[in-house]
């Protein structure tokens, strides 16, 4: 279904504004809006990604060692 409105030269300015600030597309932005939805900006979440991925390696690698029966030691600074 397609919905037509009209809007003022200022408003549509207001509206790509914040249509930017959220991330989101003009569509997705005004059905939040519309239906009361949390508008969520998700910028830079996907640069998050590759280090979440990494420190999970990390942990992995980690919990392999210590459940493989090997003793280390470790020096606590204190």
């Not at 300015?13 to 969520?40: A, D, F, H, W």
């Not at 990390?58 to 020096?75: D, E």
């Amino acid at each position: 279904v397609q919905i037509n409105i009209r809007i003022s030269e200022a408003e549509a300015e207001q509206l790509r504004k914040k249509v930017e600030q959220s991330g989101m597309s003009q569509q997705e932005y005004i059905l939040s809006c519309v239906l009361n939805k949390p508008i969520t900006n998700t910028d830079g979440i996907k640069e998050l990604i590759p280090e979440l991925k990494r420190v999970g390696n990390n942990l992995n690698q980690i919990a392999h060692a210590l459940n493989g029966g090997r003793y280390y030691q470790y020096n606590l600074i204190t």
